[in-house]
């Protein structure tokens, strides 16, 4: 559960605030319906709920969770954009490894890489050789 706190922290904004939109859009319905001296509909309210859910989900939520997950995707992947430039630090503590440790300090290098899961299905850094 704690674990996870992050997530139902958001879930649960998320469903407080879905729930207070359409609760209140239900009032603004009502209103607007008596004004116009017609009888509330659920079918009508429906359609309205839906067309301005979406179009806030559209212009909020998608947007925000493309930003999100989208630069969160290619940053796990390791697209150039996303490098953090430690590579040339990474390197450079590789070739001296290499260095002080010999014909071991290979693989020390491969060790060090399989334990931090830096070539496990993620981009390999610029200037490390396998």
Do not use: C
Request: zero cysteines; glycine letters at 6%; aromatic letters at 16%.
């Amino acid at each position: 559960m704690k674990r996870y706190a992050y997530a139902w922290i958001t879930a649960i904004f998320f469903l407080v605030s879905i729930l207070g939109h359409w609760t209140f859009g239900w009032f603004a319905y009502v209103d607007e319906t008596m004004e116009h001296a017609k009888a509330p509909q659920f079918s009508e309210y429906a359609i309205q709920l839906s067309r301005d859910t979406f179009e806030n989900w559209q212009s909020e939520f998608l947007q925000l969770i493309w930003q999100v997950v989208g630069l969160a995707y290619f940053l796990y992947v390791g697209s150039p954009s996303s490098k953090e430039n430690d590579d040339r630090l990474e390197a450079k503590i590789d070739e001296l490894l290499k260095i002080n440790a010999g014909e071991r300090g290979a693989d020390i290098i491969a060790e060090l890489d399989e334990r931090y899961f830096r070539t496990h299905g993620h981009a390999k850094p610029h200037g490390h050789s396998q």
